[in-house]
Each structure stands twice: as C-alpha cells, then as structure tokens.
T-cell receptor, first 115, second 115 residues
C-alpha cells in the first residue's frame, strides 16, 4: 500500500535558522512527490514537485527537497526561515503506474517560526 | 492567475439535511477532485472525475455522496443526508493533464459543520 509519513507533527525554528521537514514514503511504484503549504484559512499551495527528473527539486520561497530513493525520503529544507513560513506543510505522493492519480497526503507538519 | 474557487466558505447544517458544495475549477482543466480534512486529521481523497464520470472513489464516498458537473464550469459535491461525522473541511481540486499525475490546484475549501 502507498503511504506517506511525516515524522514530525510540529517543528519550531528561530527566524533565520534552517528548516528541515521530514517525509518518508512507501510506494510499490515510482512515485511523484509533492510538498504543499497551507496558511491559516487558505487553500493548499504547491511548493515543489518531483516527477522523476532531477532528484534535487527547487520550489518557491527558497524551499527545496531532495528525492532519495535508497532512503525513500523526500525531506523539505530551507536555509533560512522567515516569519511568513509559519504554516502547515503536507507531503503528498502519487504512486505512478498504479492507475490512480489521487493524492495520498501525509498527516502534516505545523511549522512555527520564532522571532 | 487562474484559481479554483469554492462556495460557500462555511456551511452549517442540521444532521439529515442535504448540502451541496460548489467549486469552479480552472477553466482548461480536465480532471476534478474532492478531498476532505476532518479537524486534526490528514487530508483524504474522496473522488476524482473526468469526462463527465467518476474515475475513482474512496471507501468514504458512499451512496450518500454524489458529484456533478452540471454546466461545464461548476463541479459540485452533494451529501444527501448529512451526519455529524461529515463535519470537515472539503477541498476541491483540478488538474490540467488527463490520465497523468499533473499538479493539482486546490481551492480554499468549504468548512462544513453538521449540528
């Protein structure tokens, strides 16, 4: 069965310090992987996506993620956190070649940025 | 920039009543989806819709649920007889690519409260 595990439900960082949000996936198929962000009372916004091209993916707002097949991971990073990064982040997988294109969501990580 | 819109933003209803949640997907998109997020839980897939028919549905999407694209622009989710456990945030999404894992664009959601 396909699944996504976000290892931390809450992460707190100080403004200006690095951000690491962890995501591991389980898929019998080659996956497409996404990170979405949800600000309070807003919809889900795509940060970045991996679709079997470069393993290091750059997204919006300075975020990037690296696909590591050997570790089945797709962790999200940012070198320097900004107050506006405070939000909920979702890792999402689509198991390619499975005949389905529904998103499978992780449980989410709430990022808190301290001044 | 085109976006997915949803109405209403918040719907309160009595148990047993019918509700219709409305979505206007991005105009040139071909795949449409409904997801829901019960408070404190992960986002869950409900149904996908392509070429005027359901292409996939989850076990949550039982006979109480139906979807429709009545006029070529709106995409609706109907719950025939609401239950307390239907209280959730409902997200509509659309994607451009047919038959492929294209990026899904999400609306801001409708918060459904069943009393």
């Amino acid at each position: 069965a396909q699944s996504v595990t976000q290892l931390d439900s809450h992460v707190s960082v100080s403004e200006g310090t690095p951000v690491l949000l962890r995501c591991n996936y389980s898929s019998s198929y080659s996956p497409s992987l996404f990170w979405y962000v949800q600000h309070p009372n807003k919809g889900l916004q795509l940060l970045l996506k991996y679709t079997s091209a470069a393993t290091l993916v750059k997204g919006i707002n300075g975020f990037e993620a690296e696909f590591k097949k050997s570790e089945t991971s797709f962790h999200l990073t940012k070198p320097s956190a900004h107050m506006s990064d405070a939000a909920e982040y979702f890792c999402v997988v689509i198991p390619l070649d499975s005949g389905t294109y529904k998103y499978i969501f992780g449980t989410g990580t709430r990022l808190k940025v301290l001044a | 920039e085109p976006e997915v819109t949803q109405t209403p933003s918040h719907q309160v209803t009595q148990m047993g009543q019918e509700v219709i949640l409305r979505c206007v997907p991005i105009s040139n998109h071909l795949y449409f989806y409904w997801y829901r997020q019960i408070l404190g839980q992960k986002v869950e897939f409900l149904v996908s819709f392509y070429n005027n028919e359901i292409s996939e549905k989850s076990e949550i999407f039982d006979d109480q649920f139906s979807v429709e694209r009545p006029d070529g622009s709106n995409f609706t989710l109907k719950i025939r007889s609401t239950k307390l456990e239907d209280s959730a945030m409902y997200f509509c999404a659309s994607s451009e690519l047919a038959g492929g894992p294209g990026e899904q664009f999400f609306g801001p959601g409708t918060r459904l409260t069943v009393l």
